[in-house]
């Protein structure tokens, strides 16, 4: 295939650009009546075993899932593994570059230019972004 035209270039953006307006529109739409339907399985519907909201309507089911985590509470571990000296077992220390200190590292002159160059080296990537 060759290299479209630049006639064909701004007809497609044109398409694409339809096709972004109906898209965000619908999006738009759909969010509304996943809110109603959440609002309405709520409202209306039993929960089952696991801790379920779900409501039915012949092959179609609305289920608003529970979900359960076990966030830690860094407070009480951190003095529950302290009482029990397992904190250094428990909880490794983790190293994390410090930015500014590598480069006050570099006014003290333990570290050269050439030294962050090789630390740092850039990353380029590019965004493709369609305004209109």
Sequence with gaps: MSNPD??????????????????????ERQAELKKRLDEATVSYGEVDSKGHIVLEFGDAK????????????EEIAMRILTEKDLLDECAPKVRKFDQ???????????LTESDID??????ISYAFIIKG
């Design 6 to 27: 630049i006639k064909e270039v701004e007809q497609t953006l044109q398409q694409y650009l339809a096709l972004k307006e109906q898209v965000d529109m619908l999006s």
């Design 100 to 110: 500014d200190a590598i480069m006050a590292a570099v006014y003290k002159g333990f």
């Design 62 to 73: 609305l289920v608003k899932q529970r979900k359960v985590s076990n966030p830690i509470n």
């Design 118 to 123: 090789e630390m740092l080296p850039p990353k």
